[in-house]
């Protein structure tokens, strides 16, 4: 039976949202004066300037980000030497999604006198509103140049690390989620994070301590449950995988499709069919917009012969995932299963419109093609899939079409 590829990659970038947020800007508002030690008497206009901040303050706080712009701004014109109302005007531009404009502010706040504190947090800030235009490499300056300033610096090391880890540097990832670790021995986070690297790059047993000991600091950690049952079911120890899945499905407050998938599949290879459509209906029932619940449940019924009700399967999968080449390829072997011909080639056709180079779809088609009586257009589709690296139409063309 034919699974689909595991989303340990996926994963982490959206465990990574956790951390790349935009304008929290760790430390700021926490050390601006606040209202009520500032004398009412405006005596210069620095003091009316830190007023207004501290005004802007208390409208960040309660979330009223337009009367928080205005007080920040209002507070440059008065002293345009202000870093404080240029940085936290940075974070609620960030709020309001206007990341050009954030980005101009960091960077009058960097041209200004520093703390050695606010010096390396507003580049770690201005590396994630970089991050929020798609400008990698800004990121990945921003956050090191915090690290520079800064070498204890453990979200720095951890923004970089998903940064190394999109470029495909797994290695200087796998560097960089040491340091987090080095830094916070109790981070679970963390060691969930460095097993999803090591899984990527094949250090499986690695890979699954880090999990265990994200589930030893963290025991609800689901995110540590599922990626380790996804190892574990990598290293064909199935049992162990259906132990995770049931967990996550246990710990979660609303059912989760992916979970019933992941399971579904483990109860496949333990050939507990029943208990895997039960899972792939669970799926679908949590998710009725997802392919996969369907992709999967028509893959387990084709391998249990039952085609017609696999097609069905596969046509309600091309419903809400009509671009992915697989599901026309698996549905036209069911409809060979029932002798349709014509529906087979039809399908075949549709998975190489989506897909070009897809061999196993050319070959296939060439069979079908020759099949029906279509000897030169089976043979030049087995041409195809020859020229694409399949050797089973290489053979299957040397006897039938030479």
């Known amino acids: 039976m034919n699974f689909l590829k595991n989303k340990l990659h996926a994963l982490l970038l959206i465990f990574s949202v956790l951390y790349l947020v935009p304008g929290f800007a760790k430390g700021f508002c926490s050390k601006i004066i606040s209202p009520e030690i500032i004398d009412e008497s405006f005596t ?32 440059l014109e008065l002293d345009s030497s202000l870093a404080a109302a240029y940085i936290n005007r940075a974070f609620v531009k960030n709020q309001l999604l206007d990341y050009n404009n954030a980005l101009e502010d960091y960077n009058h706040a960097l041209k200004l006198k520093l703390t050695w504190e606010e010096s390396y947090e507003v580049h770690f800030n201005k590396g994630l509103t970089l991050l929020s235009l798609n400008n990698l490499k800004g990121a990945m300056a921003g956050f090191s140049y915090a690290i520079k300033i ?17 470029v495909g540097d797994y290695l200087g990832q796998l560097k960089d989620i040491d340091k987090v670790i080095a830094l916070r021995p109790k981070d679970a986070n963390a060691y969930n994070s460095r097993g999803i690297v090591r899984s990527m790059i094949g250090s499986l047993q690695p890979a699954i301590e880090d999990y265990s000991k994200a589930l030893e600091l963290n025991k609800g950690n689901t995110d540590s449950y599922f990626n380790r049952g996804l190892v574990y079911y990598q290293l064909k120890k199935y049992h162990d995988a259906l132990n995770d899945f049931n967990m996550v499905i246990q710990l979660k407050d609303e059912p989760d499709a992916e979970a019933f998938n992941r399971r579904g599949n483990v109860k496949c290879r333990l050939k507990d069919f029943r208990g895997a459509i039960e899972d792939y209906n669970n799926a679908i029932k949590s998710n009725p917009d997802d392919y996969l619940g369907y992709l999967n449940r028509g893959q387990l019924k084709f391998d249990l012969k039952d085609y ?17 080449y697989l599901i026309f390829y698996l549905r036209g072997l069911a409809k060979r299963q029932l002798k349709d ?27 079908a093609k020759y099949g029906i009586g279509d000897k030169s257009g089976g043979c030049e589709d087995l041409n195809t899939a020859v020229k694409f690296g399949s050797d089973v139409a290489y053979n299957y063309l040397i006897e039938h079409c030479r």
């Open 44 to 75: 210069n206009n620095r003091d009316s300037a830190l007023k207004y901040v501290s005004y802007g303050i208390e409208k960040t706080s309660s979330r009223d980000y337009d009367d928080a712009l205005m007080y920040f701004s209002k507070a």
């Open 150 to 166: 800064n070498p204890n610096f453990a979200d720095a090391y951890y923004n970089r690390s998903i940064l190394r880890g999109m």
């Open 308 to 324: 017609q009700a696999a097609i069905d399967d596969y046509t309600k999968a091309i419903k809400f995932k009509p671009d992915f």
């Open 341 to 367: 011909a014509k529906g087979e080639i039809e399908d075949y056709s549709w998975a190489i419109e989506y897909k070009p180079d897809y061999e196993a779809a050319y070959k296939e088609r060439g069979v």
